[in-house]
């Protein structure tokens, strides 16, 4: 075992970043090759079908890889997917010594990797800022670890709590907006409940200049609500498909015929609700690692209740609006039988006029 450098695996992080939201069904990771006590390459994965993180940063260090400290903010893969098994590359580079931030949750790789290297003569030190390894990523390590996505539970909200304006209309400014695109840029899917879309009629698109991302929209329309006139279906498919939760024997008129729609049948719990373990548990089914809940009154507090929720995101707009048709920011228990429940480590952070609170759940992945 050696002793990673921190500051190099804190540079890889931030190349990591580079690739988040682009990499599904991959990680996003990020790499750098040290040499002589310097980065001597520096590498991200930009999605499917490009290489590796470890890859990139080992051909951008070329001969200076001989010899060298790899960070790397996961596991290497030892698998053949698109590319090849990361390893054989970096056996190959002659690199002296690897860091990983954490092991890779994929139960193809999961620890393989390492004792490769290993095996190859190559000591590996795993868990060098791996919370901050995790948070490069969350949504891939929930995938695996906890088997089903990462819930990403998000609300805008007056200082008095309301989630509905009285003349209706947006309740944040611009910049508040564009910070809520860049979330759902990071996601897989969107999801919404069949009320809030015959309320609102949202598009539930990426909408940020000069990006465009194709995400699953997810509505829970229990009470079959939704008509496939709504402005959700006319964005489909080119900003993804949208793929609905009803009981069983809902009526499908409207919905039914469409390649980029799927009516997805569940029976409803004995409250008359969609059970949204097992809802997680069919978009796990079908690839989804990074949910995005823009919900609010009983539905929000069903996920919390449940422990289904991986961050939470409240903005809050400096507006008073007193009494307004729509439900409470959050209604109903939070915890099973009661009691709040505490946002360890959250962050403020300003946006425009507004201000954006978000925290990670205490029960969220922890390291390796
Ligand atoms: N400010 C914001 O960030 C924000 C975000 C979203 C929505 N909104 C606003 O809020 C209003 C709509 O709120 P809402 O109707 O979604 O909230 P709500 O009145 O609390 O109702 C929750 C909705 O989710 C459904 N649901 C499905 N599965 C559920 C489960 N397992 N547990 C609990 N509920 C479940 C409910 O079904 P049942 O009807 O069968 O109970 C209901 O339709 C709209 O006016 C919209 O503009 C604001």
Redesign the pocket.
Known sequence: MWTPDPTFMQAAIEEALKGAGRTHPNPSVGAAVVSGGRIVGLGFHEGPGHPHAEVAALRQAGERSRGADLYVTLEPCCTTGRTGPCTAAVIAAGVARVAAATLDPNPNVDGAGVRELQAAGIPVAVGCLAKEGIGVDPAYHTFYRKGRPHVHL????TLDGR??LPGGGY?TGPEARLKVHMERYLADAIL?????VA??DPRLTVRLPGVSKALTRVV?D??GLLTGREGLFATAPEHGPVWVFRPPGSPTDGLGSRPEVSVIEMPL?SD?????AEVLHALHERGIMGVYA??????AS?FLREGLVDRVSV?LAPLLAGTT???AAL?GHVRPGGGARVLGQPRWERAGADWVVAADLEDSCSPD
């Open positions: 998000k609300w805008a909200q989630v509905v309740i919404v409940s069949g009320t809030t309320a609102d829970l229990n009470r719990d008359g609700r969609l059970p949204l823009e919900a609010v009154g009983r539905l069903a903005y048709p729509g439900p209604e």
